[in-house]
């Protein structure tokens, strides 16, 4: 356990790739907006949602330093166009406490969720408008006040959109975006959203994945290590499942995330439903 000491190095030539993207796109027709905007930008912009994800753990300048994890993961931030980081961290403590956890693990799916997106082409559909459902589902199942870092985070994020466009334009602008909601929505990458705690097999709510997409995703697919070690950074998870193999080795596991999300749109027994729901006991005092 501990700060990964690569990782903001690696998070600082991300953000300063896509604010170069921005200025080599600006002058392109909008077919190559979107389509850097998908090959290129959503793969940096999705990978840096990882990166937040890992410094919400405080492993980019340890727990010692928490408000340094907190402003570097607004700057990791900027690229993706929207305002992200800080409500990510406020909620993602409940999803390691509560996993599962009826109307406090947010990253559970409604039950309007799971009733309406039940065919092939309604759950296609529900992968693509995934970033939408991620960021209004907490305002529904679990309203926050919202906080003194929510602001600063939107006002910096903000401020970087306005710079971008006063500069060079509108399309910069649309090619972050369009990058983080391309990128989140249909893609590669997006697999391992279903991946992690979807039951594609019965009385198993996390899985891993050990495939070659962990090198551009920070690890997140050694998803059952990293519950189990929340504080070990994402470039030791492997560590971790080579000392406890033992632990890892024999657990059901994904082989391919892009397999993952043909598998949820056309195998009719796994949907938004398909996730182990729980009442925990604060959510039941609060009831």
Not at 8 to 16: Q, R
Not at 45 to 52: K, Q, V
Not at 179 to 185: P, Q, V, Y
């Amino acid at each position: 356990m501990g700060p990964d000491p690569h990782l903001k190095w690696i998070v600082f030539g991300m953000v300063f790739s896509q604010l170069l993207a921005c200025y080599l796109v600006k002058d392109l027709s909008w077919k190559w907006i979107f389509f850097w905007a998908y090959a290129f930008g959503g793969c940096v912009n999705h990978s840096l949602t990882l990166a937040i994800h890992d410094i919400s753990h405080n492993v980019a300048f340890g727990n010692k330093q928490a408000k340094w994890n907190r402003w570097f993961a607004v700057f990791a931030n900027l690229p993706i166009g929207v305002p992200y980081s800080a409500s990510f961290k406020k909620y993602h403590i409940d999803h390691h406490r509560y996993l599962g956890g009826d109307a406090l693990d947010v990253d559970i799916p409604t039950d309007f969720e799971g009733w309406f997106f039940c065919t092939p082409f309604r759950k296609l559909i529900w992968l693509a408008l995934q970033p939408l459902f991620y960021s209004l589902r907490p305002l529904y199942v679990n309203p926050k006040a919202i906080t003194h870092m929510e602001i600063c985070n939107a006002l910096v994020q903000f401020t970087l959109d306005f710079i971008i466009y006063f500069l060079w334009g509108l399309k910069p602008v649309i090619y972050l975006i369009a990058g983080s909601l391309l990128g989140m929505g249909i893609h590669p990458i997006s697999g391992h959203f279903i991946a992690e705690h979807y039951m594609f097999l019965k009385g198993y709510e996390t899985y891993s994945y050990y495939g070659p997409l962990n090198w551009i995703t920070f690890n997140v697919g050694y998803h059952m290590e990293h519950h189990d070690f929340p504080s070990i950074p994402g470039c030791k998870l492997p560590m971790v499942k080579k000392i406890a193999a033992e632990y890892y080795d024999n657990l059901p596991q994904h082989q391919s995330w892009v397999r993952v999300l043909w598998d949820f749109i056309f195998d009719d027994t796994i949907g938004p439903y398909s996730r182990v729901k729980r009442i925990c006991k604060l959510a039941r005092e609060n009831l």
